[in-house]
């Protein structure tokens, strides 16, 4: 089954306007923004199945996660200045621990390491503000939302 980003982006737009379930506490965004990505939850492991994988097939994954993400981006961005502001959403039907880092690969290729696409500058708190959960969503249906908002208009 080939990943279909639109009906990802629907599905997303559709739960994020209905009230939240009853352990979902959605911050509200801040700013504006700047570009919206929906991934696979095969490329977004959490950390307990990433530490299980060979280094050939985390190679892949990144790099998989960086051509999937370039192709969503609207025109080549610049650096956001200041401390732009991200949410990442996990949508599945199996709830994941709360510190399962299972963002932590897409949020790296937000930053000019590694060749990624260079719209942070780095991913401490001190750089990014960043909020991630799970929300529910069917079995078979689960990918990963990720907005990336500019805070204060100035773009460096």
């Not at 990802?8 to 919206?36: I, N, S, Y």
């Not at 199996?94 to 000019?112: G, S, Y």
């Not at 001190?126 to 773009?155: M, Q, S, Y």
Request: aromatic share 6%.
């Amino acid at each position: 089954m080939s990943f279909d980003a639109s009906a990802c982006r629907r599905m997303a737009d559709f739960a994020l306007q209905k009230p939240p379930p009853e352990h979902v506490t959605r911050p509200e965004p801040k700013g504006v923004r700047v570009v919206r990505f929906v991934l696979p939850l095969d490329l977004c492991p959490t950390l307990n199945s990433y530490a299980q994988m060979q280094p050939w097939k985390r190679h892949s994954i990144k790099k998989q996660l960086l051509l999937l993400m370039r192709v969503q981006m609207p025109d080549r961005l610049p650096m956001l200045a200041g401390r732009p502001w991200a949410q990442a959403v996990r949508f599945s039907s199996v709830e994941c621990d709360a510190d399962a880092a299972w963002c932590k690969l897409a949020i790296d290729r937000l930053t000019p390491k590694n060749h990624g696409l260079g719209l942070i500058e780095d991913d401490k708190p001190t750089k990014l503000e960043l909020h991630a959960r799970w929300e529910p969503a069917p079995k078979g249906c689960g990918f990963v939302l990720l907005d990336l908002h500019h805070t204060n208009g100035v773009i460096k």
